[in-house]
């Protein structure tokens, strides 16, 4: 059995997780989807990949184990390309090998290891590819990480010889499935009130304002590559500090009897507005979504490095707008991924 596994001549289908970084995961999925695309394509395997704004995702594959061989390949082939990218921007001399993250039942994982860890010392010899099995099952579930390091190569035989192991020995019992939760639920404020999001919505937050101003003495204003002013001309978002919040009370005072809108305009730079409009504008429209505003952008002008950006609503509507717009920019930056 080993041996037409190993070939990918066995026509059962099979389900591996995989865990990976937001990093990992927009690697995978290509510009516009197209590196996904062509690896479901080009191997056959469905790949899914969780949704969330969390610091880690789940990529399923499923298919025939000769289509999951394939899929793992294109993968682990791609993660060192991104390996040898990532080295002609800097010193390092030594290339470090891939790393994948395999999901697995903790009730398979006894199988993988071996009596005295003999399976796993096996695998690690022939294959030449380094494996580790989490000691502790992953939160709130039943499943443990095993980390798989080495050349593509290594990897690819290695996976092979875990999916023997797992055809040979089924998960006993009801396995709860590991699903990343974000970090943590980001605070807003905005109009003297705070927000938690919740899914795709802000909710109202009071009791966190003590929190939010002594988090808003520790904030310093956003400012875009290249630029010396503010990237919202007369605002101290992400978050105000306390003085700034009872002003933004006194202009909200009174705005359920009779709500003011208002337009405020921002400038961004043309480099930047993409990570504000996400693909096919997912960002901007889960923007809107939250604060409630109206933001329109408007089209890029020929000769100009800066893009306009209309918001209109509520002083709370706005502020809340606004405090997403710059967190999006923040993260883009400095590299904290999507928030």
Not at 186 to 201: E, K, M, N, T
Not at 217 to 244: D, R, V
Not at 286 to 309: T, V
């Amino acid at each position: 059995m080993e041996s037409k596994v190993s070939d990918g001549g066995l026509n059962v289908t099979l389900t591996i997780r995989l865990l990976m970084h937001g990093k990992e995961v927009g690697s995978i999925i290509g510009k516009k989807g197209e590196t996904v695309k062509k690896m479901r394509e080009e191997s056959g395997a469905r790949i899914n990949i969780s949704e969330g704004n969390c610091p880690e995702r789940i990529v399923t594959i499923t298919g025939p184990t000769d289509a999951i061989f394939k899929a793992f390949a294109m993968i682990a082939y791609k993660f060192e390309e991104d390996i040898i990218n990532s080295m002609s921007n800097s010193t390092a001399t030594s290339k470090p090998p891939v790393t994948l993250r395999l999901v697995v039942p903790a009730s398979q994982c006894g199988s993988l290891i071996g009596k005295g860890g003999s399976k796993i010392k096996e695998i690690r010899e022939s294959t030449g590819a380094q494996v580790q099995v989490a000691g502790d099952m992953l939160p709130n579930s039943t499943e443990r990480a095993v980390t798989i390091s080495g050349t593509p190569d290594a990897i690819i035989q290695c996976v092979k010889q875990i999916c023997v192991v797992m055809l040979e020995s089924p998960p006993k019992g009801a396995t709860i499935p590991y699903r990343p939760k974000p970090a943590s639920a980001p605070v807003i404020f905005a109009g003297g009130q705070a927000y938690s999001i919740q899914g795709q919505y802000a909710i109202p937050h009071p009791d966190q304002l003590t929190k939010l101003h002594q988090l808003a003495m520790q904030q310093t204003p956003f400012t875009p590559l290249g630029q010396t002013t503010p990237a919202f001309p007369g605002e101290k978002l992400p978050l105000h500090s306390s003085e700034e919040a009872q002003n933004l009370m006194g202009e909200s005072a009174g705005m359920d009897a009779s709500p003011q809108a208002s337009t405020h305009e921002l400038t961004i730079p043309n480099d930047l507005i993409g990570c504000i409009i996400g693909r096919q504008g997912t960002k901007i429209n889960e923007i809107r979504q939250m604060s409630g505003a109206q933001i329109k952008i408007a089209s890029a002008m020929e000769g100009s490095a800066e893009r306009q950006i209309s918001i209109s609503g509520s002083p709370a509507n706005i502020s809340l707008a606004q405090y997403l717009i710059n967190a999006r920019l923040t993260s883009e930056v400095t590299g904290m991924g999507a928030l």
